[in-house]
């Protein structure tokens, strides 16, 4: 016997048919929030994702930058974050005005940015770039041609080391992706020999030389399904972890652990989105994602280059 729908949920399903609205969840939610989503994925896959669909609304159960991206491909559509104060320590830690001061002190670099920034950054940017594309678009910049990567740090200094070019690097962090204990997973490792040890770049790179396996959220969970290991510590936001059971149920998923004794492994940010604050988004259509035409326009320039860039 079915067991009854939960009321919340059977809610928001009503509501989302009701607006014509198509529910996007990023890996980092709560499983909950996944769970009654129409897509799961990382952020320019949700926001392409909703290009495909005949939805009005587009609810983002994301970050506030995400539901930016959306606004910037989707300008037709009303877009709303179920909680406005659902930011990222990337994106504020690289204000619009400082980093267009910044590129000016640097004309003669190529701008690339990783798309964790605002609306405001990208639009001084050449050209965006995502995890699972940055080594690509970086590579595809001519030898003599100095590059600045932001915001960061991280993932510039991995794909530098990768690509073997100097880049100029924006001091940003992630401060989930910061927070993982080196000692701590040796010690997991330690208790659990055969398991694979697999990382997002965004990680500090004494964390990324202990991986077997670094790659984007969508990567690392495709990782973890053709990978023979039954047992895996997991370097990114636990959130991944409700995909990854979900698809390879018979193996062991371990988030690596943070630093102190918190659940500094949990993007608050994320955390934000529960599922009273999408059923909230759905019935009043607040808060709504909104954006100057002009910064619109400039900000997808360089996404679309960097569609151009990733499908060559």
Not at 3 to 24: C, F, K, T
Not at 32 to 43: I, L
Not at 202 to 208: H, I, N, R, V, Y
Request: with cysteine; hydrophobic share 40%.
């Amino acid at each position: 016997m079915t067991e009854p729908m939960d009321p919340l949920v059977a809610e928001i399903h009503e509501l989302r048919r009701s607006r014509n609205a198509v529910i996007l969840a990023h890996y980092y939610v709560d499983g909950e929030v996944q769970d009654v989503a129409d897509f799961v994925g990382d952020s320019l896959q949700l926001s392409q994702a909703a290009q495909k669909t005949q939805a009005d609304v587009i609810v983002f159960a994301g970050v506030h930058f995400m539901a930016e991206t959306a606004k910037i491909l989707n300008p037709t559509r009303k877009v709303v974050l179920p909680d406005l104060s659902a930011g990222c320590s990337l994106a504020e830690g690289c204000p619009a005005d400082r980093f267009a001061a910044f590129v000016a002190k640097h004309p003669d670099h190529y701008v690339l940015s990783y798309i964790n920034c605002s609306a405001g950054v990208k639009a001084v940017s050449d050209c965006i770039v995502t995890s699972s594309n940055a080594e690509k678009i970086v590579r595809s910049v001519p030898e003599g041609k100095p590059i600045l990567f932001a915001p960061d740090r991280n993932l510039g200094a991995y794909l530098s080391k990768k690509t073997g070019r100097d880049m100029l690097l924006w001091r940003g962090s992630c401060i989930v992706h910061e927070t993982f204990s080196e000692r701590k997973i040796i010690a997991l490792k330690t208790r659990h020999p055969d398991a694979e040890i697999i990382a997002h770049p965004e990680c500090e790179p004494s964390l990324l030389a202990m991986a077997s396996y670094i790659g984007s959220t969508s990567a690392l969970l495709s990782y973890t399904e053709r990978s023979p290991s039954k047992t895996f510590i997991v370097a990114t936001e636990t959130g991944i972890l409700h995909q990854m059971q979900k698809r390879s149920p018979e193996k062991e998923f371990i988030p690596a652990p943070p630093e102190g004794n918190c659940h500094c492994n949990d993007c608050p940010f994320m955390k934000k989105n529960t599922l009273e604050a999408v059923r909230d988004a759905l019935r009043d259509l607040t808060p709504e994602i909104t954006l100057d035409e002009d910064l619109r326009v400039k900000a997808l320039r360089p996404i679309e280059r960097m569609l151009e860039l990733s499908a060559g």
